[in-house]
């Protein structure tokens, strides 16, 4: 039974950081795309970043240059770098992960085409 789990989130000023971390275990796939979604009362779940067993990133716009992606290949393990933050990065964070490459593995991948998630994590950032 595949389970995601994530760890990390909390408060923070704006400008400071915080690091997003998610465990995947269950499963052993040789191909998959590994991600991070966040969610905002009243506005569509939004791709973060993402990664595929390949190492290869994407990240959304807002986070370029803010947000950074690293993972353990041998644990599934994911991690988010988030520096910079302002308030409007603040919403509920979520892992998501599948094995299927019928999609594209980039944050245009829309979270339906997700089949593992995790519960979330949420992250507040004060001005």
């Known amino acids: 039974q595949v389970q995601v789990a994530e760890f990390g989130g909390g408060a923070v000023q704006a400008g400071g950081s915080l690091r997003l971390s998610c465990t995947v275990s269950?499963?052993?796939?040789?191909?998959?795309?590994m991600a991070w979604f966040r969610q905002v009362p009243g506005k569509e779940r939004e791709g973060v970043a993402t990664?595929?067993?390949?190492?290869?990133?994407t990240y959304a716009k807002f986070g370029k240059g803010r947000f950074f992606l690293s993972r353990e290949i041998a644990a599934y393990n994911l991690n988010l770098e988030m520096n910079s933050l302002q308030p409007e990065d603040s919403g509920m964070y979520f892992c998501?992960?599948?094995?299927?490459?019928?999609?594209?593995?980039?944050?245009?991948?829309?979270?339906?085409?997700?089949?593992?998630w995790g519960q979330g994590t949420h992250v507040i950032v004060s001005s």
């Open positions: 990664i595929d067993d390949n190492g290869q990133r």
């Open positions: 998501a992960a599948d094995p299927s490459y019928f999609y594209e593995c980039t944050t245009a991948r829309k979270k339906g085409e997700y089949d593992y």
């Open positions: 269950g499963y052993t796939w040789p191909r998959f795309c």
